[in-house]
């Protein structure tokens, strides 16, 4: 546990402005991922255009969707989409993440107590976790051990 007077200065390189970072650390979705996902999404929705899986394609290629992601995304819309059809926004839209705190928030809202430090591979600093997502979401191999 740390306190307050643990709050010497450090970087603010680290300015992702959501303060969230997906979960999803996987490979990237491939061709036959989209082609599994598009056919799925085809049998669920007949009425939507050729047009619409085109676009699809690209989309999850250039926002760099995880296999995983990608799988999760299309079951998530299949299971709750309301509307007669599926927009792109809603499969892109999808993620799981977990919400963190910035050194500089954990001081000056001084949550040491509830909060875990982690290092996530994509993040160039240690950021803090509320304590239960990391059992919530299996996130002990990155715990930065005190």
């Known amino acids: ?10 970087s603010t ?11 999803y650390d996987d490979t990237l979705a491939g061709p036959k ?3 599994d996902a598009s056919v799925k999404i ?7 255009p050729m047009g619409f899986y ?17 799988t999760d995304a299309v079951n998530f819309v299949i299971d709750n989409c309301i509307y007669p059809q599926p927009t792109i926004a809603n499969f892109i839209s ?3 993440t977990v919400k963190f705190k910035t050194h500089e928030q954990m ?12 290092k996530f591979p994509d993040m160039p600093k240690v950021v803090w976790v509320y304590a239960n997502d990391v059992e ?11």
């Open 107 to 118: 001081c000056k809202e001084d949550l040491w107590s509830s909060h875990v430090a982690v």
């Open 13 to 23: 390189e680290l300015n992702i402005e959501r303060g969230e970072i997906s979960l």
């Open 1 to 10: 546990m740390q306190n307050l007077s643990n709050c010497s200065p450090q």
């Open 54 to 70: 085109d676009i699809f394609d690209i989309r999850i290629r250039e926002t760099g969707f995880t296999a995983q992601r990608l």
């Open 42 to 48: 085809k049998k669920a929705f007949p009425l939507l």
């Open 136 to 146: 919530r979401y299996k996130l002990t191999k990155y715990v930065i051990k005190p």
């Open 94 to 96: 999808y993620d799981r």
């Open 33 to 35: 991922d989209i082609v």
